[in-house]
């Protein structure tokens, strides 16, 4: 019995010394190496359509009844193309868009009313790309259609204008695959309209109102790169 028991212990031994020693000379399997970061390429063409909220105010000065200041609110819808040059992390870019401006306010005495048909803008812009996240500004000339109405004892009287003014703003644009972005985006936009005659009712004589109008927008849009 004492045989026994002392071979089946020197077999143990023999077995827990071999595990050791293959321990000893373990070789671990292949790592995997980490996902490279998305880093698109903004130079090209691109294309799409963007939509949000305005608001803003209209400062006015008429020749009869004196100044006259009231706000406006409303929303766009519109398309938007441009071109993005890339050099290194700076990117450079031109753009147009032209956009369905739906806003309208009033105030002032007599009753005067503004509201807006569309707006369009020819910008440049500078960004920074951080792989898929390019923040940038921009500037540059728009154009804005609008009625401004006044209402008298002898009804309303109604001119349309087309202004020249100018922009500027800020944003983020986000690229969720290779020709395909999103963004946000904050404008200002100035507008120092032309002076507008309204006869009014007779025997009342007729007075120049001039409009300035300070729009605000926020929207939110997607491009296409091509």
């Known amino acids: 019995m004492l045989r026994i028991f002392m071979t089946a212990a020197a077999g143990a031994l023999v077995s827990s010394a071999a595990l050791g020693a293959d321990d000893l000379y373990y070789t671990p399997g292949p790592t995997l190496a ?3 970061s998305y880093m698109p390429d903004w130079s090209g063409w691109y294309a799409g359509f963007n939509g949000g909220g305005a608001w803003g105010e209209t400062d006015t000065n008429t020749s009869v009844s004196g100044p006259a200041s009231f706000d406006f609110d409303g929303g766009q819808v519109g398309v938007q193309l441009g071109k993005n040059w890339q050099n290194g992390m700076i990117v450079l870019g031109v753009g147009t868009d032209i956009n369905y401006f739906s806003s309208d306010g009033s105030g002032g005495v007599p ?4 509201d807006t ?3 369009m803008s020819v910008t440049g812009r500078a960004g920074l790309a951080y792989g898929n996240i390019q923040p940038y500004v921009l500037g540059g000339l728009s154009v804005l259609d609008y009625d401004y109405s006044i209402t008298s004892a002898g009804g309303v009287e109604t001119h349309g204008d087309t202004d020249l003014g100018a922009t500027l703003g800020a944003g983020v644009e986000v ?3 290779s020709d395909v972005s999103l963004f946000g985006e904050y404008r200002h936009y100035w507008f120092d309209g ?3 005659s309204f006869a009014g009712p007779a025997p009342a004589p007729a007075q120049l109102v001039s409009p300035e ?5 926020v929207s939110g849009g997607i491009n296409w790169r091509f």
């Open 34 to 36: 980490p996902e490279a």
């Open 111 to 114: 009753s005067q009313t503004v």
């Open 117 to 119: 048909d569309f707006l």
């Open 175 to 177: 690229a969720v695959s």
């Open 194 to 196: 032309e002076a507008l």
């Open 213 to 217: 109008l300070n729009v605000n927008t």
